[in-house]
């Protein structure tokens, strides 16, 4: 599933992944390949355990493979110390969890600028990323609540906001529709698809629920560590993409989440 074309934004070639010691070693990852073009929306599905979170902390900085390298454009990403990677993690990367990780303390507003303000942009456009950004994501009137005053749903999309603000060139998602509640989370999807056509936003999400996969563009299903089956949306109508997921999780043990 790799692709040598150097115009692929990412380019995951040969990567294993092993947690414990001699006497008891669980491969996480094993040997996966795969390529992500500036501008997808790529979708990861598998059962518990299939290997998808470990594979979103590799893509994401957080944890380290244990062989195989990732490349971002020309840059590989194994080969950096702590200090290059937070670095880059900073520039280059925007995340967003299933459990919004905001600043109680910090109203919906400050959440946003703060990533913004750890890096010295001046106020004036501190202030227009800001307001930007809460338009884009249509919570513009809650700017100034707290989020314990505000939805699950608004709070997510303050995350999605806080992620974006940096113009990351890659979003990675976390399981983003695991705590909402139906509508909230097509409106959140809603979004991540005007963030991927409109602002050319590129996505990686992670998730184990049908419905939020057939927003997706491509998905790359994992089994047991590696990469399974893929399957490409192309001009598909979303009902018909789904069916096909539920399809290919019927047969990796996924579980086969189609509630809303």
Same mark, same amino acid.
């Given at each position: 599933?790799?692709?040598?074309?150097?115009?692929?934004?990412?380019?995951?070639?040969?990567?294993?992944?092993?947690?414990?010691?001699?006497? $008891? +070693?669980?491969?996480? #990852? &094993? @040997? /996966?390949?795969?390529?992500?073009?500036?501008? !997808?929306?790529?979708?990861?599905?598998?059962?518990?355990?299939?290997?998808?979170?470990?594979?979103? $902390? +590799?893509?994401?900085? #957080? &944890? @380290? /493979?244990?062989?195989?390298?990732?490349?971002? !454009?020309?840059?590989?990403?194994?080969?950096?110390?702590?200090?290059?990677?937070?670095?880059?993690?900073?520039?280059?990367?925007?995340?967003?969890?299933?459990?919004?990780?905001?600043?109680?303390?910090?109203?919906?507003?400050?959440?946003?600028?703060?990533?913004?303000?750890?890096?010295?942009?001046?106020?004036?456009?501190?202030?227009?990323?800001?307001?930007?950004?809460?338009?884009?994501?249509?919570?513009?009137?809650?700017?100034?609540?707290?989020?314990?005053?505000?939805?699950?749903?608004?709070?997510?999309?303050?995350?999605?906001?806080?992620?974006?603000?940096?113009?990351?060139?890659?979003?990675?998602?976390?399981?983003?529709?695991?705590?909402?509640?139906?509508?909230?989370?097509?409106?959140?999807?809603?979004?991540?698809?005007?963030?991927?056509?409109?602002?050319?936003?590129?996505?990686?999400?992670?998730?184990?629920?049908?419905?939020?996969?057939?927003?997706?563009?491509?998905?790359?299903?994992?089994?047991?560590?590696?990469?399974?089956?893929?399957?490409?949306?192309?001009?598909?109508?979303?009902?018909?993409?789904?069916?096909?997921?539920?399809?290919?999780?019927?047969?990796?043990?996924?579980?086969?989440?189609?509630?809303?």
């Amino acid at each position: 599933m790799s692709n040598p074309n150097k115009n692929n934004y990412i380019r995951v070639c040969d990567i294993e992944k092993y947690y414990g010691n001699a006497s $008891n +070693v669980t491969k996480a #990852i &094993d @040997r /996966v390949s795969f390529h992500v073009e500036k501008g !997808e929306f790529v979708g990861v599905m598998g059962a518990s355990g299939s290997g998808k979170t470990t594979l979103l $902390n +590799v893509l994401a900085t #957080i &944890d @380290r /493979v244990t062989a195989g390298h990732i490349y971002y !454009e020309d840059t590989d990403i194994t080969e950096m110390n702590e200090d290059k990677l937070s670095d880059f993690r900073k520039k280059n990367l925007g995340f967003v969890f299933q459990e919004y990780n905001l600043l109680d303390t910090l109203t919906i507003e400050e959440n946003i600028v703060l990533a913004l303000t750890l890096q010295d942009r001046g106020k004036k456009e501190i202030q227009e990323e800001s307001t930007r950004m809460l338009k884009l994501l249509r919570i513009e009137d809650i700017r100034d609540k707290f989020p314990y005053q505000v939805s699950g749903g608004q709070k997510q999309r303050c995350a999605c906001a806080r992620a974006l603000v940096n113009h990351p060139k890659l979003l990675l998602a976390d399981e983003p529709t695991g705590a909402l509640d139906s509508r909230s989370a097509q409106t959140l999807l809603e979004t991540f698809t005007d963030l991927n056509r409109n602002m050319g936003a590129t996505i990686l999400m992670v998730t184990h629920d049908a419905f939020s996969a057939s927003y997706c563009s491509r998905i790359l299903f994992l089994k047991d560590g590696k990469i399974f089956h893929e399957l490409v949306r192309g001009d598909a109508p979303g009902r018909s993409f789904l069916q096909d997921i539920l399809d290919v999780l019927s047969l990796t043990g996924g579980e086969l989440s189609d509630a809303r």
